[in-house]
Every structure is written in structure tokens, then in C-alpha cells.
């Protein structure tokens, strides 16, 4: 356990040091990673901990990218405040979807997380006058005290730092999926929870939003497509959705490998779609969950 | 009177798997329901505990009517419940298991910010103990041998301090030794802390040995009840259950 430790905090020492490399390429790569790495994490709260799959994360996303920038430019509310509110937004929103959501389970549960994220979608691409439609939301001012990207960078890290799975809250979470029914019968009232989840879930969704919104200077429609949703469950699977920082590790090789496979060839699905089929045969504990097993292997064969 | 049931009935698509019974069961009785298969027996014990809706009739448990409460409901009152089939959270060790039952009886599963892992050590190591699970304590309970894994949910239901246990078929699939051994903790600690235990058992020598009342389900309906004597005596008894056993 403890050796575990001691290697997180080397992993988090190394992260933050990327920065003084002086790198652009690494920083912005990694400023990415950490962004899609907190919204891959806060959909894994529903995945891996709750065992609830919600195929339209992307909305919470779009709709905290969509509330900062609008409350930024057209209400012209300071940075904290917006970034703050658009989480709060894509809370209430995840309230008010949750409600209905987690009254169903398993496959029909996913389904109707993919239509309310399609019916968000469809919301922001023909709202006009408000998201800009097709043509997205561009000029979204960067905050003064943030416009290094190596501070922006340090700002996000420590957002994604948060970390709630290590409350009993959190444990409790781990037992409604491995067991429902168990769970009601410890006096757990599991749809309640659920919902909680969800909300939480929502929240973190839509701050990595606003700060993908601010760290592009724009939002466009397609944040909050279904494919974007399907992008962010893969990166939790391949990184591993059993553990707290697989999904920033399964979002860090993803967009690395996506930059890289980009510059050789335009097949970059085919590439994809491959290496996802074989670690759901051989590794469904994804990236994390295999190094895991092979350490616990080195260690008895000792 | 600590449990009363009375005209309790339940159908399914026109089948009627509970009909109309009514019994109750004294605080610190350690009572029995017996039945041939499909008498009803577990549907009887997921309408008690709030699993399954009841079609009619009422529930009343520790005074309080909870005919039409959810399970967590009638579970935070004090009953606790015990599975036919394991019903563990397998990816969670031996120990989480337990914690996690006693976070939620101690109402801290709300808590967002404090660290889990210290969280009722002592409690937890107590419980492992007296079920006897404490050289298993970091094991995955999914990898545990069944009858430990049995044991283990006896140790979920006991983390809740519950007034009363209900326990389905508790030594279903255990041999004759892991039978005898889990019987006799279940009454030592039945008996030590002064549970009102209701429970369902296949194994006749098990029922006659602990049971201090019997209640007898044959097609949903409650044909006998008594001490184990009167229940051996009862001609019914001896034509619809113990006559099929032959």
C-alpha cells in the first residue's frame, strides 16, 4: 500500500514538473491531458465506482464550457465566478437528467443518458442567438492572472488533484456497484445515491468543460456530440476504470497517441478501434489495472 | 410483539405465491419457517423486508407499520437480512466489506472528505473475529471459499446491530461440518446478543435442534406453527412436507 503511494507521488511530482521543460508542445499536450483526464475521471465516478454507464458525459462537458464562456462574454462575470457557476450548471443539469435516469438500469439506463446529452446537443446547435450555432462560441477572453499556459496548466492540476473516492461516500459508491440489492439492505437508500453521483459527476464533468472552453478560446457544438461522449468512456476503459487515476492515464495515452499516429497515417479509428478491442479481451482492467497485476506478480514471485 | 404480519398475500401473473398469512414472532424468539421448495418462503421474507410490494395485508415491525416501506427503510429500523444466495460486494476485500455495512449503519456514508481506511478498525476486527474471518481480512471476498463467504454476509447483517435477523437458508450449500459450525455461531451470537432471529433452513436436524418455534408454509399458506414437539406431531406436517421427503 504504501509503495503504491510513493509511486502516485512520484507520478504527481513528474507531472509537475513537465512545465519546466520549456516545452510548448509538452505543456499544451499536457494542459489537454489533465483537462479530458478530470472528465474522464468524474464520468468514472458513474463507471468504475458507481456502475452506472452513461453514455452522454459530453453534455455535462459542453454545457460548463457553454456557461463559462456565456457568463464570461455576454454577462461579463469575472473568471472564478463563471468557472464556478458552470459547474453549479452542469450539476443542476445532471439533477434534473439523474432524476429520470436512475430510475432505469444496465443498457436502459445508457440509452437514456445518450438521448437527454442528444437533446442538449440539438439545443446548442440551433440556438443562435445564444451558443452561435454551427459556427460555435469563439473569443472567449483568457483570464489575466492565468495567461501563462504553464500557470493555466498548474490550475488545472490542481483541480483534477480533487478527490472524493477516498471518502465513505466514495466506498459506498463502490458497493452500489458491486451489489445493488446488497446495498439497499445495509439501509442504503442506492437511487438517492446514484443520483448524488450523477450530480457530482455532472459538476466535474462541466468544469473541465469551462476549462477546455477557456483553454481554446472557443466551443463549438461538437464537444457535446455523442461521439465525444463515446470518446471520454474509452479513455476511462483503456486506462483502467478501476482505479482513481486510470482514466487520466487512459485519456494521456490516448490524446499522445492520437497527436503521434496523426502524423503517419489518416487511419488513426482503425488504430484506435484495434487497440480497444484487444485490451477488452486480454486487459479489462485497462492500462492501470494490467501494471497493477503484473506488480503483484513481481512482488509474490519474490 | 417485535414482528407481526397479518393477511399478508402475494401473486405474481395470477400465481399466488403468498396467501394470507399471519404470524408473529416474539422479541428474542428464535423461530423457523419451513416448507417444501416453492412454498413461498422467500417471497414471504422479501415482502417482510420491503424487497417485494405487497399485494395486501400489513407488516408491522417494532411497533411501526411498514407494509409499504423500502427495504433501506425497514433496515435502518433494526432488521437485518441474510440471502439464499450470496449476496457480497465480491471486489471489495473481507474487510471493506464489513466497514462499508458499518459506514452505512453509522450514518456516515454522506461524509465526502474524510479518508475511509481508518474508519471503525476496531469494530470492523471485531466483527471479523466473531465470524471468524480474521486471518481473511485483505482477501477479495469474491476469491473467499464459499462457506466463508457466507459467513461474511452473516458479518454485513451483524455490522448493522440489527434487532431482528432474518436468515435465508443461512447454510445452503455447506457441508455437514461448515453447517454444524455456522449453526452454532448463529445461535451463540443470537443468544448472546439477544436477537430475534427468523430464519429458513433445509436441513431438518438444524431446524428441530435451534428452532424454538416452527411455522410450516405449504403453497403459500401457513398450514401449522408451533414448538418443534407439536409441529412433529401435526398430521398436516407429516403428509404435505415430511411425506414428500420420502
Known amino acids: 500500500m504504501s509503495r503504491h503511494r510513493w509511486f502516485l507521488i512520484l507520478i504527481l511530482v513528474l507531472i509537475a514538473l513537465i512545465p519546466l521543460s520549456g516545452s510548448r508542445y509538452y505543456v499544451f499536450l499536457g494542459t489537454d491531458i489533465l483537462i479530458f483526464g478530470l472528465f474522464a475521471v468524474s464520468l468514472n465516478l458513474l463507471l468504475g465506482y458507481t456502475g452506472l454507464v452513461s453514455f452522454g458525459q459530453a453534455a455535462y ?45 444496465k443498457i436502459y439506463f445508457a440509452m437514456l443518458t445518450l438521448a437527454f446529452s442528444q437533446i442538449v446537443w440539438a439545443l446548442a446547435f440551433k440556438w443562435n442567438s445564444l451558443t452561435g450555432g454551427d459556427t460555435g462560441f469563439i473569443g472567449i477572453p483568457f483570464p489575466q492572472y492565468l495567461d501563462s499556459r504553464t500557470r493555466y496548466y498548474y490550475f488545472t492540476f490542481a483541480v483534477v488533484a480533487l478527490k472524493i473516492i477516498n471518502s465513505p461516500f466514495g466506498r459506498i459508491l463502490t458497493t452500489i456497484r458491486e451489489n445493488p440489492e446488497r446495498t439497499e439492505f445495509i439501509g442504503i437508500n442506492v437511487k438517492l445515491f446514484q443520483l448524488v453521483a450523477f450530480m457530482i459527476s455532472g459538476f466535474f464533468s462541466a468544469i473541465a468543460g469551462a476549462l477546455f472552453g477557456v483553454f481554446n478560446h472557443s466551443v463549438f457544438p461538437d464537444t457535446l456530440f455523442w461521439p465525444a461522449s463515446a470518446e471520454v468512456l474509452i479513455m476511462a476503459i483503456l486506462g483502467g476504470m478501476y482505479s482513481f487515476f486510470g482514466p487520466v492515464v487512459g485519456a494521456a495515452v490516448l490524446l499522445y497517441l492520437r497527436m503521434q499516429v496523426a502524423t503517419y497515417t489518416q487511419y488513426w479509428p482503425l488504430i484506435l478501434g484495434t487497440i480497444l478491442a484487444v485490451l477488452l479481451f486480454f486487459f479489462p482492467g485497462g492500462i492501470v489495472g494490467f501494471v497493477q497485476t503484473r506488480f503483484a506478480v513481481l512482488r509474490g514471485s519474490r | ?16 405465491a403468498v396467501n394470507r398469512v399471519s404470524f408473529s414472532v416474539e422479541k428474542g424468539e428464535l423461530c423457523s419457517i419451513i416448507g417444501p421448495n416453492g412454498a413461498g418462503k422467500t417471497t414471504l421474507f422479501n415482502l417482510i423486508t420491503g424487497h417485494l410490494p405487497v399485494d395486501e395485508g400489513k407488516v408491522i415491525f417494532n411497533g411501526i407499520e411498514t407494509t409499504h416501506m423500502h427495504a433501506y427503510e ?26 462499508a455495512a458499518l459506514l452505512a449503519h453509522r450514518g456516515k456514508s454522506f461524509d465526502f472528505f474524510t479518508t475511509v481506511e481508518p474508519l471503525f478498525n476496531e469494530e470492523t476486527e471485531a466483527i471479523l473475529e466473531r465470524v471468524g474471518l480474521q486471518d481473511h481480512r485483505d482477501v477479495m471476498s469474491g476469491s473467499l471459499a464459499y462457506g466463508f463467504q457466507k459467513q461474511l454476509e452473516l458479518g454485513i447483517v451483524l455490522a448493522g446491530e440489527p434487532a431482528m435477523l432474518l436468515l435465508d437458508e443461512p447454510t445452503s450449500g455447506m457441508s455437514a461440518r461448515e453447517t454444524n459450525s455456522t449453526i452454532e455461531l448463529i445461535g451463540r451470537i443470537a443468544r448472546e446478543k439477544g436477537f430475534t432471529l427468523l430464519f429458513t433452513e433445509h436441513d431438518m436436524a438444524v431446524v428441530f435442534s435451534i428452532s424454538e418455534r416452527i411455522l410450516v408454509l405449504h403453497q403459500g399458506q401457513l398450514i401449522a406453527e408451533g414448538s418443534p414437539e407439536e409441529v412433529r406431531a401435526n398430521p398436516d406436517v407429516k403428509k404435505v412436507y415430511l411425506g414428500e421427503a420420502r
Not at chain 1, 64 to 74: H, I, P, T
Not at chain 1, 86 to 93: N, R, V
Not at chain 2, 89 to 96: A, M
Open chain 1, 61 to 105: 462537458f459542453g454545457i460548463g464550457a457553454y456557461s463559462c464562456a456565456l457568463l464570461m462574454k455576454r454577462v461579463s462575470l469575472v473568471f472564478p465566478l463563471a468557472f464556478v457557476t458552470a459547474g453549479a450548471f452542469g450539476a443542476i443539469a445532471a439533477l434534473i437528467i439523474g432524476f429520470f435516469c436512475v430510475r432505469l438500469t
Open chain 2, 1 to 16: 410483539m417485535i414482528l407481526t404480519v397479518e393477511n399478508v398475500k402475494k401473486s405474481f401473473d395470477g400465481f399466488v
Open chain 2, 74 to 99: 425497514i433496515c435502518r429500523l433494526g432488521m437485518g437480512r441474510s440471502f439464499q444466495r450470496i449476496n457480497i460486494f465480491p471486489r471489495l476485500t473481507v474487510f471493506e466489506n464489513i466497514q
